[in-house]
């Protein structure tokens, strides 16, 4: 701890980010990083706990506390402060594959398990990470890692997310020869076409994907597994497969009007927006999605913020997003103590851009869309909602959305997107293996383990888990490397 008193010396200092209105003029990133020594200052924050609970990726109360990959947050950040900065980056890739996703898409979780909560700010710790892997990348740190040997093992990974890069990265680098299998037209899966390109420029995607084919990992886009290529096919050319699809299929709102024209699911917008951005270069932006628009955006989360942010840039009319659970406190409730993660009102980029633009938050709390309404042309004109309250189920005892009488309404609505969340994985590709699936059609493994049901199967990410976050995505793709090299060889040094 190079800093004792730091904490108590140096405040909490953000990434300088430009204003809503000037930075919905484009799709590029708007946060601009603290010069580095003003970052080492905020390295000199940590207080290097005894129980550093920032990077212990423990569940409490059903959410995740602190760092699921276990980074060695205090280390880092010491190493930050005194500016040792390749040792940062050496030690911080210990454990980390991607910090460059991590540290612009990820909601902080070591941030909020930080000990500074408890009177005061977080350490900075995510900024800390860019400042760290970016510095990597000037400098010229971050190189290819070639296997001096190959062990002659084939490995075949079924999707270029997180979880399905974190995993290639791991086997290729431990000799096996990888092969991933992507149906999109680029690498990148999630980080590529399900956030938009002003949360993560896809040019750093790009980036660390030229370095992995360096290192001899190999890219087969435009190649449907489970279509396009048989699974038998796959379990007779390569000794492993390893099932990285995400929890790809979405949530739908099954309603009458479902049918109308110009309902989206949110990530299919989302990607056709970034794919017309890529195809032009970024010279064309395609306006004619969202422009003069009535947006009704469904889903509160992540994915519906960035609808928000999207459709703003797009050049909507107007914005509404509709959130079926109660408006979160603004501040830590008692059964809601540190260092649980906190269940606050959070206000992003996208609802931040609504208000500067058309004066309100976008939000609409305890509602849901009961129908739609299609126009003569079979174009969505309209939606009506119903409000909605809670009531303890009589059966479960858990608490239940239901409407609430007299709180119906309809509002003007030509572009609806559903960010519903996902259900979990598509049906014909885990057909196609005949893997088992649970209630929640995501694929079962062993018991902490990523072996499926059918021999030389294994499967990571959100396919396995469910819907979740980069960070977890990335964790499970370094631990099912390590089973995977494990099934191969008898023993793993991963």
Same mark, same amino acid.
């Given at each position: 701890?190079?800093?004792?008193?730091g904490?108590?010396?140096y405040k909490r200092?953000n =990434?300088?980010?430009?204003?809503?209105?000037v930075?919905?003029?484009?799709f *590029?990133?708007f946060r601009?990083p603290?010069s580095?020594?003003k970052?080492?200052l905020?390295?000199?924050?940590?207080?290097a706990?005894?129980?550093?609970?920032?990077?212990s990726g423990?569940?409490i109360?059903g959410m995740t506390?602190?760092?699921?990959? *276990?980074?060695?947050?205090?280390e880092?950040n010491d190493?930050v402060y005194t500016?040792n900065w390749?040792?940062a980056?050496l030690?911080?890739t210990? @454990?980390h594959?991607?910090p460059?996703f991590t540290?612009?898409?990820?909601p902080a979780?070591?941030e909020a398990a930080?000990?500074?909560?408890?009177?005061g700010?977080?350490?900075a710790?995510?900024e800390?990470?860019?400042?760290?892997?970016e510095?990597?990348?000037a400098?010229?740190?971050?190189?290819?890692?070639?296997?001096k040997v190959r062990?002659g093992? @084939?490995?075949?990974?079924?999707?270029?997310?997180p979880?399905?890069l974190?995993a290639?990265q791991?086997?290729?680098?431990?000799? *096996?020869t990888?092969v991933?299998?992507?149906?999109s !037209?680029?690498?990148?899966g999630?980080?590529r076409y399900g956030?938009?390109?002003m949360?993560?420029?896809k040019s750093?995607?790009d980036?660390?994907?030229r370095?992995?084919?360096e290192?001899g990992?190999?890219?087969?886009v435009?190649?449907?597994?489970?279509k +396009?290529v048989k699974?038998?096919?796959?379990?007779?050319?390569?000794?492993?497969?390893?099932? @990285?699809?995400?929890?790809s299929?979405?949530? !739908?709102i099954?309603?009458?009007?479902?049918?109308?024209?110009?309902?989206? /699911?949110?990530v299919d917008f989302?990607?056709?927006?970034t794919?017309?951005?890529l195809d032009? +270069? /970024?010279?064309k932006?395609?306006?004619e999605?969202?422009?003069?628009? *009535?947006v009704?955006?469904?889903?509160?989360?992540d994915?519906?913020? +960035?609808?928000?942010g999207t459709?703003?840039?797009l050049?909507?009319?107007?914005v509404?997003?509709?959130e079926m659970?109660?408006?979160?406190?603004a501040?830590?409730? =008692?059964?809601?103590?540190w260092?649980q993660?906190p269940?606050?009102?959070?206000t +992003?980029?996208?609802?931040?851009?609504?208000?500067?633009?058309?004066g &309100?938050?976008p939000?609409v709390?305890q509602?849901?869309?009961?129908?739609?309404?299609?126009?003569?042309?079979?174009?969505?004109?309209?939606?009506k909602?119903?409000?909605?309250?809670? &009531?303890?189920d009589?059966k479960?005892?858990?608490?239940i959305m239901i409407?609430a009488e007299?709180?119906? &309404?309809?509002?003007?609505?030509?572009?609806?997107?559903? =960010?519903?969340? /996902?259900?979990g994985?598509q049906k014909?590709v885990t057909?196609?293996?005949q893997?088992?699936?649970n209630?929640?059609?995501?694929v079962?493994t062993?018991?902490?383990?990523?072996?499926?049901?059918?021999?030389?199967? /294994?499967? =990571?990410?959100d396919?396995r888990?469910g819907?979740?976050l980069?960070?977890?995505?990335?964790r499970?793709?370094?631990?099912?490397?390590r089973a995977v090299d494990?099934s191969?060889?008898?023993?793993?040094?991963?």
């Amino acid at each position: 701890m190079g800093k004792p008193t730091g904490f108590l010396e140096y405040k909490r200092e953000n =990434a300088k980010v430009l204003a809503p209105k000037v930075r919905i003029a484009d799709f *590029h990133e708007f946060r601009f990083p603290l010069s580095l020594e003003k970052q080492r200052l905020q390295g000199a924050r940590c207080m290097a706990c005894g129980v550093p609970f920032c990077q212990s990726g423990a569940m409490i109360a059903g959410m995740t506390s602190g760092c699921p990959l *276990h980074n060695l947050v205090p280390e880092i950040n010491d190493l930050v402060y005194t500016g040792n900065w390749k040792q940062a980056y050496l030690r911080l890739t210990k @454990t980390h594959s991607f910090p460059e996703f991590t540290s612009r898409v990820c909601p902080a979780l070591c941030e909020a398990a930080c000990t500074c909560n408890l009177d005061g700010e977080p350490v900075a710790t995510k900024e800390n990470e860019r400042a760290i892997i970016e510095t990597a990348f000037a400098e010229g740190w971050v190189k290819p890692q070639k296997p001096k040997v190959r062990t002659g093992k @084939t490995v075949a990974i079924v999707g270029s997310g997180p979880a399905g890069l974190a995993a290639a990265q791991e086997l290729n680098r431990r000799g *096996h020869t990888v092969v991933v299998y992507e149906r999109s !037209d680029r690498p990148g899966g999630l980080l590529r076409y399900g956030i938009p390109n002003m949360k993560l420029e896809k040019s750093v995607v790009d980036r660390r994907i030229r370095l992995m084919e360096e290192e001899g990992v190999i890219f087969k886009v435009k190649t449907d597994v489970g279509k +396009d290529v048989k699974a038998e096919e796959l379990l007779k050319t390569y000794d492993r497969v390893l099932l @990285t699809c995400g929890a790809s299929s979405p949530r !739908d709102i099954r309603v009458p009007g479902r049918d109308a024209k110009g309902i989206w /699911f949110a990530v299919d917008f989302l990607g056709t927006v970034t794919r017309a951005l890529l195809d032009s +270069d /970024f010279t064309k932006i395609p306006y004619e999605m969202a422009r003069d628009r *009535h947006v009704l955006v469904i889903g509160g989360g992540d994915t519906g913020n +960035d609808c928000v942010g999207t459709v703003i840039r797009l050049g909507a009319k107007s914005v509404t997003q509709l959130e079926m659970m109660p408006k979160p406190p603004a501040e830590r409730a =008692a059964d809601n103590p540190w260092p649980q993660w906190p269940r606050v009102l959070k206000t +992003d980029y996208g609802q931040e851009e609504a208000i500067a633009v058309f004066g &309100k938050d976008p939000r609409v709390y305890q509602t849901t869309v009961t129908e739609f309404i299609a126009d003569k042309k079979g174009n969505i004109c309209k939606a009506k909602t119903v409000g909605l309250q809670s &009531k303890r189920d009589e059966k479960t005892g858990r608490m239940i959305m239901i409407p609430a009488e007299g709180t119906e &309404k309809v509002i003007t609505a030509d572009l609806v997107l559903i =960010a519903a969340g /996902f259900l979990g994985s598509q049906k014909y590709v885990t057909d196609a293996f005949q893997v088992a699936v649970n209630e929640r059609t995501n694929v079962e493994t062993a018991p902490d383990g990523y072996a499926t049901t059918v021999p030389r199967v /294994f499967a =990571a990410g959100d396919m396995r888990r469910g819907q979740s976050l980069v960070v977890w995505a990335i964790r499970e793709g370094r631990e099912a490397a390590r089973a995977v090299d494990e099934s191969l060889m008898g023993y793993t040094n991963l």
